[in-house]
């Protein structure tokens, strides 16, 4: 009689066992799950933003470039509309970086923006465009550092 007693008790703590380890695990690839989601997600959202930052980059940089024919051609000039179609398109692309990059990284690539148009009116030289160009570019890149350090 105490060996059945004792058989049945084994009996039930062995299901009690089995029971609460298969909650354990089943909490634990909830949660893995989880964080393997949230990590893809973070992945995805670093790759989109790498890649905003260098679309500005490229535009900027072709921006540049046309306002430095531009000023040279004169307002009148096919070159004056190449630039304007490249300054809309570096606008819109700062745009874009303002929703998803902090302060000052959204100040600095505005103020990049406004170089160029400071350049073309003739109130800075083409170093004050290379300089903010190059602020623009350490932002960026200072900005990405930050999101992989924070494991984005």
Same mark, same amino acid.
């Given at each position: 009689?105490? =060996?059945?007693?004792?058989t049945? !008790? ?5 299901? #009690?066992?089995?029971?609460?380890a ?5 909490d634990?690839?909830? %949660? ?5 989601i949230? !990590?893809?997600a973070?992945?995805?959202? @670093?790759a989109d933003?790498?890649q /905003? &930052?260098?679309?500005?980059m490229?535009v900027f940089?072709?921006?540049?470039? !046309? *306002?430095?024919?531009? $000023? =040279? ?6 070159? +004056?509309? $190449? &630039? *304007?179609? #490249?300054?809309?398109?570096a606008i819109? @692309?700062k745009?874009?970086? =303002?929703?998803?990059?902090? %302060? ?5 690539? =505005? %103020?990049?923006?406004?170089? @160029? +148009?400071?350049? /073309? &009116? ?5 170093a ?6 190059? $602020?623009?570019?350490? *932002? /960026?890149?200072?900005? /990405?550092?930050?999101?992989? %350090?924070r494991?984005?």
């Amino acid at each position: 009689m105490v =060996s059945v007693a004792i058989t049945a !008790a084994v009996g039930i703590a062995g299901v #009690a066992g089995a029971i609460i380890a298969a909650r354990i695990a089943g909490d634990s690839a909830r %949660e893995s799950t989880r964080l393997t989601i949230t !990590a893809e997600a973070d992945r995805a959202r @670093l790759a989109d933003k790498r890649q /905003l &930052y260098a679309r500005f980059m490229t535009v900027f940089s072709n921006a540049v470039t !046309a *306002a430095m024919e531009a $000023k =040279s051609a004169g307002p009148d000039s096919p070159d +004056f509309a $190449k &630039y *304007a179609a #490249a300054i809309n398109d570096a606008i819109s @692309l700062k745009n874009e970086v =303002s929703l998803i990059a902090p %302060e000052p990284t959204t100040t600095i690539a =505005s %103020e990049a923006i406004d170089r @160029l +148009f400071d350049f /073309l &009116y003739g109130r800075c030289g083409p170093a004050a465009v290379a300089d903010a160009k190059g $602020k623009a570019l350490a *932002a /960026l890149r200072d900005d /990405l550092d930050k999101e992989v %350090e924070r494991g984005g």
